[in-house]
């Protein structure tokens, strides 16, 4: 061990570890959930993006001299090319506004520095935490920009796992585009439908939502760097937020923008809003689709029996054969466990006070969570039950024969009441659609043939 000070006084800090005593502290004080800072590298990286964007900038304008600058880029180059990620062991939730967050960085950059020189870790008047490596910073602007990043970086991993979701499901709609069945509304039969338009239902439904997602992530992009506390740039330089700003830009290669107002961008936090109702809104397409299939696949006797889910795991413990829709489900309660965390992303933002909003932790873990339970969840949706999908189409088919639903295709020509009276009887008789039509007169076989084809009532004529 090795011994740091800090305000509150001195602390055993492990001696081959990079950080120092207030992250020690962080470890010591907040043992509340099972997420590490360390088991989210995209934020780790965005740490040493910040933190090298500010030292550049420093440099640049004199107050870093060259020397620890050098150590300084060097270390935070290494957090950005993923080294290191063990050395940020801090819950995610924690109090402090992310403050844990922000010094664990400066630690582990100030004693990764000190080490190239060949100083000893914790010799901290060669390079310190606070004066070099959190120079014209605060956690009030790093760790929100830092946060602002990995969600947008993590927002590109959602969107490829999404892309191919409903590409899968393009690809299905592609196969089942001649398997005729009856479409519903209100669970009743309505009028008959392809299999093929139902899963290219599906798929644009997902499709709008990568545009929606894309747009939304570009807002992330403007941060707050140079607002150091509350957004009027105490100890900050002029032109810091600028050049800090462009050199940020310049390392992620993004359209990264200093905010129009800092005091408004230090303490609002709906653009997180923003973002989380994003996730939500693809969530509830999500769940939607997933309780679409669980009902199309329901039975196999006594359901609707119109799909058959790729056979993943024995259903039951005491019911031999049975066999459920087991990944659909497991979606579902991720796009419920998402619909939450939108909930507490809300309250959290609501909750700030002041020029600042100190429970940007909980939202950034929230929000985090979401995407990856999204993305986990439509890789898994796609590689174990969409691509496996088959048609029962000598089942659909025989269904929308058998129907009432499809006298609602001969209402422009027999009328409305005709064709109520038809469905009636059947209903009451059991009979069919087409045999009573004959019966009644009402159109000859020819005339019932063409109008009663299923293919041609599925498309406007």
């Not at 020690?24 to 004080?29: E, F, L």
């Not at 140079?226 to 700003?245: H, M, Q």
């Not at 029962?392 to 006298?407: D, M, P």
């Amino acid at each position: 061990m090795r011994k740091e000070s800090d305000l509150l006084g001195e602390l055993d800090v492990p001696e081959k570890a990079y950080y120092g005593v207030q992250t020690q502290r962080a470890i010591n004080n907040f043992n509340i959930s099972t997420h590490k800072l360390s088991q989210f590298p995209l934020f780790v990286k965005s740490l040493g993006v910040v933190k090298l964007g500010a030292a550049q900038a420093n440099h640049e304008l004199g107050l870093l001299p060259t020397e620890i600058f050098n150590f300084i880029a060097i270390a935070s180059q290494e957090l950005i090319d993923g080294k290191h990620t063990e050395e940020f062991p801090i819950d995610m939730m924690q109090g402090g506004a992310g403050t844990s967050v922000n010094m664990a960085a400066n630690e582990v950059i100030a004693n990764i520095a000190l080490e190239k020189m060949g100083k000893s870790r914790g010799a901290y008047k060669y390079c310190s935490p606070n004066d070099h490596v959190n120079q014209s910073q605060s956690t009030n602007d790093a760790y929100p920009t830092a946060l602002k990043l990995t969600l947008f970086e993590q927002n590109k991993i959602l969107i490829d796992a999404l892309e191919k979701l409903y590409f899968a499901f393009d690809k299905k709609a592609e196969e089942f585009r001649m398997v005729i069945k009856m479409g519903r509304t209100q669970l009743q039969d309505a009028v008959p439908m392809t299999l093929g338009q139902e899963f290219e239902a599906f798929a644009y439904m997902l499709k709008k939502e990568v545009k929606n997602l894309q747009e939304v992530s570009f807002r992330l992009l403007e941060v707050n760097m140079g607002a150091t506390a509350i957004g009027t740039g105490l100890n900050a330089p002029k032109d810091y937020a600028e050049l800090c700003i462009e050199k940020i830009a310049q390392i992620t290669g993004e359209p990264v923008t200093l905010a129009e107002n800092l005091v408004e961008a230090t303490s609002d936090t709906s653009v997180f809003v923003e973002y989380s109702s994003a996730l939500k809104k693809l969530a509830l397409k999500l769940s939607k689709i997933s309780n679409d299939l669980r009902l199309l696949s329901s039975g196999p006797r006594t359901g609707l029996y119109e799909i058959n889910l790729p056979p993943m795991q024995p259903g039951s413990s005491i019911m031999p054969g049975k066999v459920n829709p087991v990944i659909p489900e497991v979606v579902n309660q991720i796009c419920f466990k998402v619909m939450g965390n939108d909930l507490t992303v809300a309250i959290a933002s609501e909750a700030g006070q002041l020029q600042l909003n100190v429970m940007e932790p909980v939202i950034a873990l929230s929000i985090m969570e979401s995407i990856k339970y999204l993305t986990n969840g439509m890789l898994t949706l796609r590689e174990k039950c969409v691509d496996g999908i088959t048609a029962n189409a000598e089942h659909l088919e025989k269904e929308v024969r058998n129907s009432i639903g499809i006298v609602t295709a001969l209402n422009p020509y027999i009328g409305y009441k005709a064709s109520t009276f038809i469905a009636k009887k059947a209903l009451e008789t059991g009979r069919s659609v087409y045999e009573l039509v004959l019966e009644e007169n009402l159109l000859t076989k020819e005339q019932l043939d063409d109008y009663l084809n299923p293919a041609n009532m599925t498309a406007s004529r």
